[in-house]
């Protein structure tokens, strides 16, 4: 038995336009924060790498010794780019954890760019809020880590 294909489905793209954005962006997310930590040399302090990028010193830190959410995300990419994945963990689990989750998301795309599935379509799939509420439980989480590593909580 043999299937005839229209010649509206023949011309038809296998992929949307999007697809190729999505594949650059989810490729050259990790891409672009390992260069980002191999520019920057880590701070000591497990916070502050960010002001080599001519942003200021980190308000609550400097006013009340107490860390935003953020404090040492910079210096945990910068650490792990170095090769000190567990330095990098102890200065800001969350910033190893934005690292490792934009290196699977380049492998997820890359995967389903293979099997020749659009992105764009799959990313319409994703479970978003679970997916939401997971990484806003992590950063809380992290941050209290952090708040408890800066104010002598944890030891040394």
């Not at 997820?108 to 994703?126: G, K, M, N, P, T």
Request: hydrophobic share 50%; glycine share 10%.
């Amino acid at each position: 038995m043999s299937v005839r294909l229209s010649d509206e489905s023949r011309l038809r793209p296998l992929r949307s336009r999007e697809h190729g954005i999505v594949l650059l962006l989810a490729l050259a997310a990790p891409l672009a924060l390992l260069a980002l930590g191999l520019f920057l040399e880590p701070d000591p302090r497990g916070w502050g790498t960010h002001e080599q990028l001519g942003f200021r010193p980190c308000w609550p830190m400097t006013h009340w010794n107490v860390p935003c959410p953020g404090c040492g995300v910079t210096t945990a990419v910068a650490l792990a780019a170095h090769g000190s994945p567990l330095e990098s963990l102890r200065a800001q689990p969350f910033g190893l954890a934005l690292l490792l989750t934009s290196l699977t998301g380049a492998g997820w795309a890359a995967f389903l760019h293979l099997r020749r599935q659009d992105l764009y379509v799959e990313l319409h799939v994703l479970p978003w809020r679970r997916l939401a509420t997971m990484l806003g439980t992590l950063l809380l989480l992290t941050w209290i880590y952090k708040l408890a590593l800066v104010r002598g909580g944890l030891g040394d």
